[in-house]
């Protein structure tokens, strides 16, 4: 190759060398401006959208300012507040649905059981000594002690929602019997009666469900003790008896009683309820917060039921006062043609005073019962339902010149 080719050639090298070097260098330059330029760009928070901007004029829409929301912390795992439910209250038909009692406002295991027609029945207590403890008490659903002659009190207890295995002993029936059956749609059970109130009994509205003792279900204890404290009775059979007429069916309600595990505000302390029956017998009622009951106590010993061993107690204790006035038409103890003791009629209907413990409060109430198949039933002040504890009811039934009979304590002694 001649000499000047050569020499040509090395130039066009040389010349494509330097031009390479130099586009290396402007590559290089470039990408360190592009990283100094990336480190002074401002942070941009994230914007929300929103829809209060307004346009400023015809063609532009003036940009919110930058909204800075913090970022939640996050603890592990969720925690959860536990959300207490509404306390159960129940003031009218439709709200006992089809497992509660109506009665006591409890939920029943087995709803079978409250198509079943109540039960109430006649049980002694005098004298103390061959009638307590009773059979049957303390499974009763609601219970009324009232006077009969004199100031000797007696029991109609009315079965629903339990089954007890006996009840007893059961006596005689009174006029007040001609109001609680019709009041609960129930069936009666008693020994019998003096001629004035048998008649009315079978004359009565219910006089097809009175289980008479000629009836499957009654029994004599064979006890050593009089005669007429020894007639017992099994309910699951009465009920057979009921179910053989063919009246053994749900109870038709004319209205409804009302019940609330809150309790009401406006009462006063009442640890002790003492009820004295004149010269006969004192009952007193002592509230045990653990069970939220009131026990009860007759003549100053624990009152039990015979069935259980377990003393008597109630969710509620109701002093009722009503008008009490001797029919002098109805003998109930005679003795050489002269009448010893006119029968007690019990003016339970209508309206009147009555005194409510549940809780360990008592309460200023107005019982109502205007019909005679309603429900006795409890008011406040303004006429609305009061309502019980859920729970079973005992009713003190006392004269209206009982006032000083009965007093309330705040503390046990």
Same mark, same amino acid.
């Given at each position: 190759?001649?000499?000047?080719?050569?020499? %040509?050639?090395?130039? *066009?090298?040389?010349?494509?060398?330097?031009?390479?070097? !130099?586009?290396?260098?402007?590559?290089?330059?470039?990408?360190?401006?592009?990283?100094?330029?990336?480190?002074?760009?401002?942070?941009?928070?994230?914007?929300?959208?929103?829809?209060?901007?307004? /346009?400023?004029?015809?063609?532009?829409?003036?940009?919110?300012?930058?909204?800075?929301?913090?970022?939640?912390?996050?603890?592990?795992?969720?925690?959860?507040?536990?959300?207490?439910?509404?306390?159960?209250?129940?003031?009218?038909?439709?709200?006992?649905?089809?497992?509660?009692?109506?009665?006591?406002?409890?939920?029943?295991?087995? /709803?079978?059981?409250?198509?079943?027609?109540?039960?109430?029945?006649?049980?002694?207590?005098?004298?103390?000594?061959?009638?307590?403890?009773?059979?049957? @008490?303390?499974?009763?659903?609601?219970?009324?002690?009232?006077?009969?002659?004199?100031?000797?009190?007696?029991?109609?207890?009315?079965?629903?929602?339990?089954?007890?295995?006996?009840?007893?002993?059961?006596?005689?029936?009174?006029?007040?019997? #001609?109001?609680?059956?019709?009041?609960?749609?129930?069936?009666?059970?008693?020994?019998?009666?003096?001629?004035?109130?048998?008649?009315?009994?079978?004359?009565?509205?219910?006089?097809?469900? *009175?289980?008479?003792?000629?009836?499957?279900?009654?029994?004599?204890?064979?006890?050593?003790?009089?005669?007429?404290?020894?007639?017992?009775?099994?309910?699951? &059979?009465?009920?057979?008896? #009921?179910?053989?007429?063919?009246?053994?069916?749900?109870? %038709?309600?004319?209205?409804?009683?009302?019940?609330?595990?809150?309790?009401?505000?406006?009462?006063?302390? !009442?640890?002790?309820?003492?009820?004295?029956?004149?010269?006969?017998?004192?009952?007193?009622?002592?509230?045990?917060?653990?069970?939220?009951?009131?026990?009860?106590? !007759?003549?100053?010993?624990?009152?039990?039921?015979?069935?259980?061993?377990?003393?008597?107690?109630?969710?509620?204790?109701?002093?009722?006062? !009503? /008008?009490?006035?001797?029919?002098?038409?109805?003998?109930?103890?005679?003795?050489?043609?002269?009448? #010893?003791?006119?029968?007690?009629? *019990? &003016?339970?209907?209508?309206?009147?005073?009555?005194?409510?413990?549940?809780?360990?409060?008592?309460?200023?109430?107005?019982?109502?019962?205007? @019909?005679?198949?309603?429900?006795?039933?409890?008011?406040?002040?303004?006429?609305? /339902?009061?309502?019980?504890?859920?729970?079973?009811?005992?009713? %003190?039934?006392?004269?209206?010149?009982?006032?000083?009979?009965?007093?309330?304590?705040?503390?046990?002694?």
């Amino acid at each position: 190759m001649r000499p000047r080719c050569v020499i %040509q050639m090395l130039k *066009i090298a040389i010349v494509i060398s330097l031009s390479l070097m !130099a586009i290396l260098m402007t590559i290089t330059a470039c990408r360190r401006d592009n990283q100094q330029d990336d480190q002074n760009l401002p942070t941009l928070a994230p914007t929300v959208a929103t829809t209060s901007s307004v /346009p400023t004029d015809a063609g532009s829409m003036s940009r919110p300012p930058a909204t800075f929301t913090p970022v939640p912390t996050v603890t592990p795992g969720p925690t959860f507040t536990a959300v207490p439910l509404p306390p159960t209250a129940m003031a009218f038909a439709g709200q006992f649905g089809v497992d509660r009692n109506r009665l006591t406002g409890e939920l029943i295991s087995d /709803p079978s059981l409250l198509e079943r027609r109540p039960i109430a029945v006649k049980i002694s207590n005098a004298p103390a000594k061959y009638t307590r403890p009773q059979s049957g @008490l303390g499974q009763a659903d609601l219970v009324f002690e009232h006077v009969t002659e004199g100031s000797i009190t007696r029991f109609t207890a009315v079965l629903y929602g339990q089954t007890p295995l006996k009840v007893g002993p059961i006596r005689s029936a009174r006029l007040i019997d #001609l109001e609680l059956p019709a009041m609960y749609d129930a069936a009666l059970a008693y020994s019998g009666s003096s001629i004035g109130v048998s008649r009315r009994l079978f004359d009565s509205d219910f006089s097809d469900r *009175i289980l008479r003792t000629n009836v499957a279900g009654y029994y004599r204890t064979g006890e050593n003790k009089p005669y007429e404290h020894t007639l017992y009775a099994r309910p699951e &059979q009465l009920w057979q008896v #009921l179910d053989g007429r063919g009246l053994n069916q749900a109870p %038709q309600f004319n209205s409804a009683m009302s019940f609330s595990e809150m309790a009401p505000s406006g009462g006063q302390a !009442a640890a002790t309820l003492t009820v004295r029956y004149r010269k006969f017998t004192t009952v007193q009622w002592r509230y045990d917060p653990v069970s939220v009951r009131y026990k009860r106590w !007759a003549d100053g010993v624990e009152h039990l039921d015979a069935n259980s061993g377990v003393q008597i107690s109630a969710a509620n204790v109701v002093v009722l006062l !009503a /008008p009490h006035r001797l029919d002098d038409t109805i003998c109930e103890y005679q003795s050489g043609g002269r009448c #010893l003791a006119h029968s007690m009629e *019990i &003016q339970l209907w209508g309206s009147g005073q009555a005194l409510l413990l549940r809780g360990g409060q008592a309460y200023d109430v107005t019982w109502s019962r205007p @019909l005679r198949h309603d429900l006795l039933t409890l008011l406040d002040g303004a006429g609305q /339902p009061f309502p019980l504890q859920i729970g079973n009811t005992w009713f %003190q039934v006392m004269p209206l010149d009982y006032l000083d009979s009965y007093f309330i304590e705040a503390g046990q002694k």
